[in-house]
Structure formats: structure tokens, C-alpha cells
């Protein structure tokens, strides 16, 4: 169901304080009309966190002096994949900041080696802006799916969010540069970030019905300590629950994953995010060692957890909610 503006702005005045049954059943009905119970596993891999940009709300920005950085070997990454292919996961994210230590060939040459390894896999980019060109490189070296959030679909929002060298133009310009290649592609946003409106928000929907992406990552906005936004208010469970539903209702068909971000401000984040229209999860494959330094807010679960452990808790909590886990590649219907 395409929206307008102001019907989503609408939406999200009426469900501001409270989510309705109305709306959230909806929204599952929907969900389950296009994806059943499913419930589809991505093992993320956050395979380093340098960064060399700065924005404002991300705890891994390159001025945060109080990060230990890491980089995790080529062969780290592999055995990543590897715990993960043993638990039954079909799909790799590789995840990590804009980090020049690892050149675009590299990254491709890890791409394409897991691939070799795991052919059946799909393997998900999740490493920021570039060049239509290098995203090209690394679709062919077989890349299938790349995330990057939009954050924002409001230019004024955004540089408020953002040093002055990030600019929403270039980040939707990377957006569709994706599409065109032929990439499945993750947009996104923060709910509740510094400064953000309602009308924001209804922005950021209309911006997603434009792209069409095929996945969208939603999170509440959670400060971090050594960041400007830290005396910020994080973002609610109920927005991100309505910002889920009206998200699922405007693009049926698209994987909704219920993030960790959701899971940190609330024990049942999750869950709820599942009884909203969300059907993907990602559990963290990072060896745990390098969990702690891959902080982007303060109170990230699932820190001291392995792979194994997290796949048994998440298979708990989705049955709980009357789903399954779907530990095939999952990939778009869209495609
Ligand atoms: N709170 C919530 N989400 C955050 N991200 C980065 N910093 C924060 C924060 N403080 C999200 C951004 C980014 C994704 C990888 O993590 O949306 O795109
Ligand atoms: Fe990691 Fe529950 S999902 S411990």
C-alpha cells in the first residue's frame, strides 16, 4: 500500500504514544501473507572498525580516541564464515567502517574467496560509500546484497547528523548506483535520532517507496559515551515498532530485520519487532574478542555470546511469537 506524505505523517501521530493492535496486525498480516513464519538468519561479521569519517552519533567515528581498533585477518573472516556455515547460516554480512586499510581489491579478493568456499552462500557488503566503479568490482567478485542506511531522507536532518564532507545526495546517489548494479540493497534509518520530526520520518517513507529497496534496517538511535549526541534521548520501542509496521505495509515484500539495536533497548525487543512485521535476524558471528570494540552505542547485547548460543536464544525467542527460523540465503522476492 503506497502512502502519501501525510498519511503516514498521520499514522505516526495517531500510534506516536501508543502502537494500535490495529496497525500492528495489519502489518503481520501482511508479513506473513508474503514470507509465512519465516524468520531469516544473516551471521554479521563487523571485520574491523577503523573508520575514517565522522559522524555524529556513531561511537566508532574516526575522532573517538578512546576505540581500540582492530582489523580482523583475511583468515579470521574465513573462519567466521566457517563457525557460521557449521551452525546451517547461508548468508554473510561483512560488515566494518570505511577503513582504507582494507583496499577495494582485497575486499573483493575476501569476497570472492568465501564465495569459493561457500558457494551456496550469499555474501552481504555493508562497508559505506564508494565509487560506482568499485561497487561494480565487488558485485563481480560476488558480492550479492550491500547495506547502507540512508539514516536520514531529510538534507537539513542529515548534515545535523553528519560532518559537512557527508552529504544525503551522495548517499542516495550509492543507493541507487547499487540497484543499477544489480545488488540487493539494504537502506535505513535511526528512530529518534538528535533532532529528528515526525515529518521526518514520514520522509524517510517516502524516500524508501521512491528506492525500493529490498531490505530496510531500523533501529531506535542509542547514544554513546564518547559521541556529541550523548546526553540524547534514545529512541522508543513504540516508534520503532510503528516505523517498522508502516514500513512493512509500504513495501510487502521487503526483509525487515529486527535488530540488535532493538534487542539493546528493550529485553524483548526483538520479539516485539517480530510481531511487527520484522523477519530477519542477524546474530553476531564476530569472534568475541572483538566484540566490545565494535561499539556504535552503549549497551549492545550479546557481547559475551557465542555464535551457537546466540542461534539457540533466537530460536527461543522466535518461536515465542509463533515463528521459526528460516536458516536458508533468504534472498529477496523482489529479485
Ligand atoms: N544508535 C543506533 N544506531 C546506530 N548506528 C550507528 N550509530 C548508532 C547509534 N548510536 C547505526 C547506523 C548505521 C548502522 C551500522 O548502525 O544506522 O548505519
Ligand atoms: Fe545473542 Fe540472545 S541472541 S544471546
Not at 501482511?30 to 559522524?55: A, D, H, K, P, Q
Not at 560476488?142 to 564532507?165: I, N
Not at 550523548?230 to 530485520?257: E, H, S, W, Y
Not at 527460523?325 to 522476492?333: A, E, H, Y
Request: charged letters at 25%.
Amino acid at each position: 500500500m503506497k502512502f502519501t506524505k501525510s498519511e503516514a505523517l498521520e499514522i505516526i501521530k495517531q500510534n506516536k504514544e501508543v502502537l494500535s493492535e490495529e496497525l500492528r496486525e495489519k502489518s503481520l498480516a501482511v508479513c506473513r501473507e508474503n514470507f509465512g513464519n519465516s524468520v531469516y538468519v544473516r551471521g554479521l561479521i563487523e571485520f574491523t572498525n577503523y573508520c575514517r569519517n565522522n559522524c555524529k552519533y556513531c561511537g566508532i567515528r574516526a575522532g573517538n580516541r578512546n576505540v581500540h581498533r582492530y582489523r580482523l585477518t583475511r583468515e579470521e573472516i574465513l573462519d567466521c564464515c566457517r563457525v557460521g556455515a557449521g551452525l546451517g547460516f547461508k548468508t554473510y554480512v561483512l560488515q566494518g567502517g570505511e577503513d582504507p586499510g582494507f583496499s577495494d581489491n582485497e575486499l573483493c579478493s575476501i569476497v570472492s574467496e568465501i564465495k569459493t568456499e561457500f558457494p551456496e552462500s550469499a555474501v552481504t557488503l555493508s562497508v559505506g560509500e564508494r565509487s560506482k566503479d568499485v561497487y561494480r568490482e565487488f558485485f563481480k567478485a560476488g558480492a550479492d546484497r550491500f547495506l547502507l542506511r540512508h539514516e536520514t531522507s531529510v538534507e537539513e536532518h542529515y548534515s545535523l547528523l553528519h560532518p559537512s564532507d557527508l552529504s544525503l545526495k551522495n548517499r542516495k546517489r550509492c543507493l541507487y548506483d547499487l540497484k543499477d548494479i544489480g545488488f540487493q540493497v539494504g537502506a535505513g534509518f535511526m528512530v529518534g535520532s538528535p533532532f529528528q520530526k515526525d515529518e521526518y520520518l514520514a520522509e524517510d517513507i517516502m524516500f524508501l517507496q521512491e528506492l525500493e529497496p529490498h531490505m530496510v534496517g531500523i533501529g531506535p538511535f542509542i547514544p554513546h559515551k564518547d559521541t556529541e549526541f550523548k546526553d540524547f534521548p534514545q529512541g522508543t520501542l513504540n516508534m520503532t515498532l510503528v516505523m517498522l509496521c508502516i514500513t512493512r505495509l509500504a513495501l510487502p515484500k521487503v526483509l525487515l530485520p529486527s535488530t540488535t539495536a532493538l534487542g539493546t533497548i528493550s529485553p524483548t525487543g526483538r520479539e516485539d519487532g517480530l510481531r511487527c512485521g520484522a523477519n530477519v535476524v542477524m546474530p553476531n558471528l564476530s569472534p568475541i574478542g572483538v566484540r566490545r570494540d565494535y561499539s556504535l552505542y552503549d549497551g549492545k547485547i550479546c557481547m559475551g555470546d557465542e555464535a551457537a548460543e546466540c542461534i539457540k536464544c533466537l530460536g527461543a525467542r522466535v518461536e515465542t511469537v509463533g515463528c521459526r527460523l528460516d536458516f536458508s540465503r533468504g534472498d529477496s522476492p523482489l529479485i
